[in-house]
Structure formats: C-alpha cells, structure tokens
C-alpha cells in the first residue's frame, strides 16, 4: 500500500521500456536487438522474430490476440525472458520447453485451463500464470529445481503436486484465490520458502472474529489527487468533508491480482488492527459510483518513502535499492525493531502478511516505519499445527530484509562485533530447516540486546 505515489508494480510488470512496431520487425530494423516488444493485436505469431534468434534474449508480446506459438520459436536460443500477459492462450504451450535458455515465463491473464505435463523449460525460474482457468498443476514441476518464484492466483486449482515440494529453492509462491481443499504440510517445510500468498481457497482458515468497521458514504468525501497504485487498487488524497481533514482512500480494482483478490486484502487490512507500524485504518467506503470497495486510511506525511524498490528482473526475489540509499546501524535497528514488532503483533492475529519487503515498507527521515500493502496477506488458524512453520516461512523474508538493509549501511559506522552479530540474526532467520528458526517474539528479545 503505497501512499506516496511510486507505482507498487504487480509480479509481471513492462519489461521493455519502448514498444516497436511490425513495420520495424518486418524492415529488419531489429536486427541485433536484445530486447522487443509488440503490442499491435497480433493474431499469428510473426515469423520474422526468429531472424533474432543470434541476439534477442526478451520478448514481451503482452496484449495481443495470439493463441499458439510455431515450433520454430525453439530455434531462439538466446531468449531468457517471455511475457504473454493478457492474450488469448488456452492452453501453455508444450514447445516452451525446448528453449534453452528460457528461465522466466508470463501468462497472466489468459484463458489457459491446461498446462501438460512436461511444459516447462529446464532452466525456468521465474513463472507466472496468475489470472486464468488453470485446474490442475503439470507434476513435472517437480523438474523445476531452478524455480524461485511461481504465481499462481486467480485460477482454480484443487490441490497443488506433491511432486513440488522437489522445488527446494522456491522463496515466492501465490497459490491464493484458487479452489485448494487444503494447504499441504510440506509447503511450509521448503527450505527457502519466504513470501507466500495462500488465502481465498476453501482450504484456508477464515476469520472468528468480526473485521467490520465503519462504512462512509462516497459522497463524503471529495477526490483530490491520485497519490498512489498498487496492483489491486488506486489510492487517493481526499478531504473528509464533514471533519475538514484530508485523508487517503484505497479503491480497489476489483481484479486478482497475482497476489490475490482484493476482497482478501480489505479484510486482512481491516483485522490488521491499531499498531504503531501499521498505516491506520480509519473505515471504509459504502455506495461508490462503480460499485468498488474502499478503505479510508489515514493520509501519511509526505516525509515518508520507500525503503527500497521492488526486485528486478535480474534480482527475481530480492528489492534492490536507489544509489543513494544509504543508513547507519541506528537505523538499521530501529528498522529491524519495527519490523519484528509490527511482524509478531500480525502472527498472534492469525495473519501472515505474505509481502515482507522493503517496497512495501514507509520511512521517514527519523527511521519511523510504516508497513502497509496486504495484498498477498492470509489468515491461518494459530492454534494449528502449522502455525509454528508458518510464522517461520515469513521470519525468512525478515531476514532476507535485514540482509538487504545491511547491504547498504555504511560499513565504517559498524564496528566488526556489531555486524557479526547482524550476520548470525540474519542466518538464524534464515535457516533451511524451517522449525528451527526464531519467532518474531524471540528476535525482538534478541535486538533489545543489540
């Protein structure tokens, strides 16, 4: 949830910053390039791409109309990178696995109901289908041991391969809003398993407790600026007419998104409840024009700002950070303290919040932070037997956080004690064997000892 208006980007964003033309590809203007992207309602996959097998390793053919690819797409051995997103595909197209190359594949939102056993490249690392009609997931999955990141939300799929948990270096994974009748045990057993997104399926826990708030009449409020976007929803400066106070107000899409749906995301906000690190829900919306749902939240300083940005295409899992981004270990404990804390108050609610990054975390000048974006966020039962792993799969994702901080503090500010101690935090935390891992209650008794 950002309110400071950078784009919160979806799992598949746009690639390719310049879009070409088919009058270009066919002239042989391309030639050489490394990178092309076509969006101009391609029915047919145009043959002339294969004249860039020496060189092109990034195709984006999102937005068009195609439905099968040729054989002949093999033939690009250079090619890495391969986004389909929002064309009209039925099923994943079985010649995708004779590339050699390929390692990170997008298909969001097409109408694909199967994928065969088999499909997927040797190399693949990086996959998203969010957004379709998939019912059952390939076992070859499980050939997949490069696998890092895997979207899978939005579909409906009943339960996921056993076979999948081969996938021993899998840290992303989105399995929400599909139809899983359970959440299998060994998906918390994945040895660098850390952001998870599983709620919406009949399978998950739902909520005990009442999560309703308040709801305000659209007409009470009067829009201002957009100020943010996140994949699920626009955000909004807003005065509150009848208090005479400017707020922000969320509007969701209404869309899965490849975190999940936004129906999830507004009630996770809501059982959030009042923490000193949370972004403060003040309601919701009723009788918006559309028919969308909305929270209000309280609008944040202007002073706050990203911690970091979102992973990159060459990063796959972890954010990257401006060139000017810079902290000292007083800041980095105090970002680690707020973290922890916000962290063990979200696991004693039941709610893992799927998304621990720093994208999705607000600072100011003075290192106050604020975590906000539920998108990928789920409840589970507390009283389960999994809900010791289940903390422990995202304490994963704190310290990849706190690895990814460290990596840009000053080193002359840190005596070598203090960062050895830094480095065994972030090692217990990410341990492979998942029970063995700290609570956030235990790492927040051990950073009072910093």
Same mark, same amino acid.
Request: aromatic residues 6%.
């Given at each position: ?46 043959? %002339? ?160 407790? &009442? ?17 943010? %976007? ?56 009723? &009788? ?34 401006? %060139?000017?981004?810079?902290? &000292? ?14 962290? !063990? ?31 990928? !966020? ?33 080193? &002359? ?38």
């Amino acid at each position: 949830m950002d309110l400071r208006g950078n784009k919160s980007l979806d799992l598949q964003t746009s690639i390719v910053a310049m879009t070409h033309s088919l009058e270009e590809l066919k002239s042989g203007a391309l030639i050489g390039l490394k990178t092309v992207k076509l969006a101009c309602g391609l029915k047919e996959f145009p043959e %002339e791409i294969i004249a860039l097998s020496e060189t092109l390793e990034v195709l984006d053919l999102s937005d068009n109309q195609l439905t099968e690819l040729p054989d002949s797409i093999a033939q690009l051995k250079h090619l890495r990178i391969l986004f389909f997103a929002r064309n009209n595909f039925t099923t994943f197209p079985m010649i995708l696995r004779q590339c050699p190359a390929l390692s990170m594949i997008g298909f969001k939102m097409n109408q694909i109901h199967t994928v065969p056993e088999g499909a997927f490249p040797p190399k693949l690392k990086w996959l998203i289908l969010s957004d379709n009609k998939i019912k059952k997931i390939p076992k070859s999955i499980g050939d997949c041991p490069l696998l890092q990141k895997c979207a899978l939300a939005g579909n409906r799929i009943e339960e996921l391969p056993a076979e999948m948990a081969k996938c021993t270096h899998l840290e992303l994974l989105r399995v929400s809003a599909n139809r899983l009748k359970s959440i299998p045990k060994w998906l918390f057993e994945l040895p660098k398993l850390s952001w998870v997104a599983f709620g919406g399926n009949p399978g998950a826990h739902q909520i005990q407790g &009442n999560t309703d708030i308040e709801a305000f009449h659209w007409s009470d409020f009067t829009i201002q600026e957009l100020i943010g %976007e996140g994949a699920s929803g626009l955000i909004s400066k807003a005065n509150w007419n009848a208090k005479h106070e400017e707020i922000a107000i969320k509007v969701f899409k209404g869309d899965v998104t490849s975190d999940g749906s936004p129906e999830d995301e507004m009630e996770v906000s809501i059982a959030a409840g009042s923490h000193e690190n949370l972004i403060p829900v003040l309601g919701k919306i009723k &009788n918006h024009p559309d028919k969308k749902s909305g929270l209000l939240l309280q609008l944040i300083e202007p002073t706050f700002i990203n911690l970091g940005n979102p992973p990159s295409l060459e990063t796959c899992t972890r954010d990257v950070f401006d %060139e000017n981004s810079v902290f &000292n270990g007083a800041e980095l404990l105090k970002i680690a303290k707020s973290m922890a804390s916000v962290s !063990a108050h979200l696991h004693s609610k039941g709610i893992n919040h799927g998304d621990l990054y720093a994208h999705n975390i607000l600072i100011n000048k003075t290192a106050e932070c604020l975590l906000g974006d539920f998108g990928a !966020a789920s409840f589970y039962d507390v009283n389960s037997v999994l809900a010791h792993t289940i903390e422990r799969i995202e304490v994963r994702a704190y310290g990849c956080l706190i690895a990814d901080v460290l990596s840009v503090v000053n080193k &002359n500010e840190m005596h070598t004690q203090l960062h050895t101690q830094w480095q065994k935090l972030i090692a217990d935390c990410t341990r492979s064997e998942v029970k063995v891992r700290p609570s956030f209650s235990e790492i927040l008794e051990e950073l009072n000892a910093f």
